[in-house]
């Protein structure tokens, strides 16, 4: 999945200095697509192994939580488990860690495992009480 869904003419339009916060929206499968427990399971494996490449990417979690309800908006296809919004120094930083092979090899496997659908949404922040960077 990395590489062949990422969205590579969007990104690159962006600056690809500027750091940047991205917006993980997940799905999971009731059962990991290995059948190695749930799909809950396979994220937690998914995330041991990314988490470390993100902060050697000079990135970190800002904040994760389980997406409870849709406030406002459409319900149908918001059914989200669980969104994570992941600080990167830079738009580069995040595609040298998706199109690396550690990352096709050791976590993306996990990922698909993991999820029943995946959406990461860059965002470019107007305002934050977070300290990032």
Known sequence: MAVNMLNIDGLERLDRHAPVVMLNLMRFHARSGDGDGSGW???????AVTVPMIKARGGTLLWTGDAKAV??????????DFVALVYYPSIAAFLDMMKSEAYERDA???????CAEHVIVATEQAYSKFSAG
């Open 41 to 47: 399971d396979a994220y937690l494996r998914y995330s």
């Open 71 to 80: 406030a406002l908006g459409p319900h149908d296809g918001n059914d989200w």
């Open 108 to 114: 993306d496997p996990h990922r698909r495992n993991a």
